[in-house]
């Protein structure tokens, strides 16, 4: 087959898999041993023609190949690819550009530093602010604490980048009781460690409360980074960033916000009060492959003071924000030096949705998780914990005299085996809960019937097998 022909077929087999979306049973229909057993192997002395190579690889895989780009995926927090991204990103694979530099992929430069821009736009950040696209949400967060981190010892009078940390001033970093273990981990990395952050107790939905903040932080006079979220996995619920970012700023510290999902709320003139005042803090992390809809990978971080967040990226030049020419070097942006182009998918989806078309996919999916808990809230035995005021939404099934946190996750099984959608469960307060993501660009009103009609069934049947009364 020519190279032609292969990639003919490989667009076919993509295709095929893109339209079975809709239909195909929603969680993967392989276990591991058969995995292994189709996938598996030594690595055999001699190649193989690349067509058969391909063919295999897509039947082989398919059985393990979870539909978490399709309309009925709630598990986690996932998006699908839209169109425009999907056909972007496959260019970028053809083109194999090197993103880290200008010079050796001039156009993914200037198509990140146009996506850059109508991303602070959309965000209504601050338009000075640097962005770097990273692989996901973990580095975002990971590099917005960077940046954190030199600029607050800078102010201290302590270089991290050329003298690190050992015998540097102690930093006093602050976290909500929710902040996501992507927060914690970046912290382990850049060695302020997780274990000495000072945690910040929440209200019922998981914010942040700021008069404990004020508590935490009374007394404390050095370097501070305070770590705050813009959509709790399990609630969707805000800090308030804007109140935070205040006291903070009082005492001359550093706001960060983890908004992989939530900040794009901002996008939306209705969901916009969610984060009032979220310009007002340092950094910020979000992600393109939740609720964009881009393809993996692909995260971003901002920063309002672009040299520190040059600083902690680039060894090279470390105060020049911008080089002799103006031109953009991706790779002072992000923890990569050579990366892959991922500023492509960004720049399609944005430009194939509009600033309209950002703000109606949002508001779309938060409308859809509030049909699905209504679905659900009606029902005897079907409990939601959470005020769903974003696109999640926490449920918790409850047999009459019986064991709620049991009974839950047997649910949970049930309906992930039956293939119609799929999510996963969680922890909220102590109990099992489902948690519904609504993440997705495909996903309509029929989508979300039929899977709570799927739920409902599944919970009819756990109940009739343990012959309780049913739910
Ligand atoms: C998903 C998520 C992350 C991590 O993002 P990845 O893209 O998975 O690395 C961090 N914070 C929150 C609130 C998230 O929902």
């Known amino acids: 087959m020519s190279d032609g022909g292969l990639l003919d077929r490989t667009a076919d087999l993509a295709r095929h898999f893109l339209h079975s979306l809709p239909d195909r049973p929603v969680g993967a229909r392989a276990d591991l041993p058969s995995l292994r057993r189709a996938l598996g192997g030594p690595l055999p002395a ?13 039947r082989a895989a398919d059985p393990g190949i979870v539909a978490s780009a399709g309309p009925r995926y709630f598990g986690f927090v996932i998006g699908g690819s839209l169109p425009a991204a999907l056909a972007a990103d496959w260019l970028a694979a053809a083109w194999d550009q090197d993103a880290g530099l200008y010079a050796c992929g001039p156009a993914a430069a200037v198509v990140e530093e146009v996506a850059a821009g109508w991303l602070l736009d959309l965000f209504g950040l601050p338009p000075e602010a640097s962005v770097g696209f990273v692989t996901g949400g973990q580095m975002a967060n990971f590099t917005g604490l960077a940046a954190a981190r030199h600029a607050v010892l800078e102010r201290a009078g302590w270089d991290v980048g050329e003298d690190g940390l050992i ?12 902040a996501h273990v992507t927060i914690l981990t970046s912290l382990r990395m850049l060695g302020l460690g997780s274990r000495r952050v000072l945690r910040v107790a929440a209200d019922r939905q998981g914010r942040m409360r700021p008069d404990e903040l004020r508590r935490v932080l009374a007394g404390r ?25 205040d006291i903070v700023h009082e005492r001359g510290g550093w706001v960060h916000v983890d908004g992989a999902f939530g900040l794009w709320a901002a996008a939306s003139a209705g969901l916009r009060r969610h984060v009032r005042g979220v310009e007002r803090a340092d950094s910020w992390a979000t992600d393109g492959h939740k609720w964009l809809n881009v393809p993996y990978d692909c995260g971003i971080a901002i920063v309002r003071d672009a040299a520190a967040h040059k600083a902690a990226m680039t060894g090279r030049a470390a105060y020049l924000v911008q080089s002799s020419g103006g031109e953009r070097d991706p790779q002072d942006w992000t923890p990569e030096f050579s990366r892959r182009a991922r500023g492509f998918a960004v720049y399609a989806a944005l430009k194939s949705l509009g600033r309209d078309g ?14 699905m808990a209504d679905a659900l809230a009606g029902v005897p035995g079907v409990r939601i914990l959470n005020e769903v005021v974003l696109n999640q939404v926490l449920a918790r099934f409850e047999p ?35 948690r519904i993501s609504v993440s997705n660009w495909s996903t309509t009103e029929a989508d979300i019937d039929r899977s709570a009609e799927a739920i409902l069934a599944a919970a009819r049947a756990e109940a009739a097998q343990q012959g309780g009364s049913k739910p």
């Open 400 to 434: 009459a005299g019986g064991d709620g946190d049991a009974f839950t996750k047997a649910v949970i099984a049930r309906v992930q085996r039956e293939g119609t959608c799929w999510m996963a469960g969680t922890r909220w307060h102590g109990m099992n809960a489902m």
């Open 358 to 371: 950002v703000a109606d996919l949002v508001e779309r999916c938060c409308r859809l998780a509030r049909r």
């Open 221 to 245: 006079e050095g370097p501070a980074i305070v770590c705050t979220q813009a959509g709790n996995v399990n609630t969707g619920a805000f800090d308030p960033v804007g109140e935070i970012a």
């Open 46 to 58: 001699a190649g193989a023609e690349a067509a058969a190579v391909i063919e295999h690889l897509a």
């Open 167 to 178: 015998g540097a001033p102690a930093v006093d970093v602050v976290a909500g009781e929710e």
